[in-house]
């Protein structure tokens, strides 16, 4: 499978706008921002913050607000090709579950850049979700 290549400075970028959009995050519950920037095959890029809920469990990730804006934005057929996020406590921050699943939905070879164990780490989404569900 093609793992996408980006360089340091395609990274960086993504990296600094998903900061950005980190300051936007609502999170009056858990108090943990966090700022996701998405690329596209089409080479635009998409900003996402969580969103929390007084029902918890409603509260969207900001990697989701991303990608559904990429498809607000751009409509259905839009390939991701990186996704970014970051986190304002500094800690180690990969997507969760849920979010794997859509991003693997949009973007199957998509990069992801996130805040490892060791520090800034980058995958394969097929790393992260090995066996992803598709149903195209
Ligand atoms: N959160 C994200 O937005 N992305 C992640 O990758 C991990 C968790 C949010 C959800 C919730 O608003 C807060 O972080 C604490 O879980």
Avoid: W
């Avoid at 600094?16 to 998405?38: C, E, I, N, Q, T």
């Amino acid at each position: 499978m093609a793992k996408r290549e980006f360089s340091d400075r395609q990274r960086k970028q993504l990296l600094r706008a998903a900061k950005a959009a980190m300051k936007k995050a609502y999170a009056p519950y858990s108090k943990f921002r966090v700022g996701s920037a998405v690329m596209t095959t089409s080479g635009k890029m998409f900003l996402g913050c969580n969103v929390e809920n007084a029902s918890y469990g409603m509260t969207n990730c900001a990697e989701r607000t991303a990608i559904f804006s990429a498809v607000a934005q751009l409509g259905p057929k839009i390939e991701v090709s990186a996704v970014a996020v970051v986190n304002d406590h500094g800690v180690p921050c990969s997507p969760c579950g849920a979010c794997r699943q859509v991003i693997y939905e949009f973007g199957p070879e998509a990069v992801v850049f996130f805040q490892g164990a060791n520090g800034d780490q980058q995958a394969h989404i097929t790393e992260l979700l090995p066996a992803g569900f598709r149903l195209k």
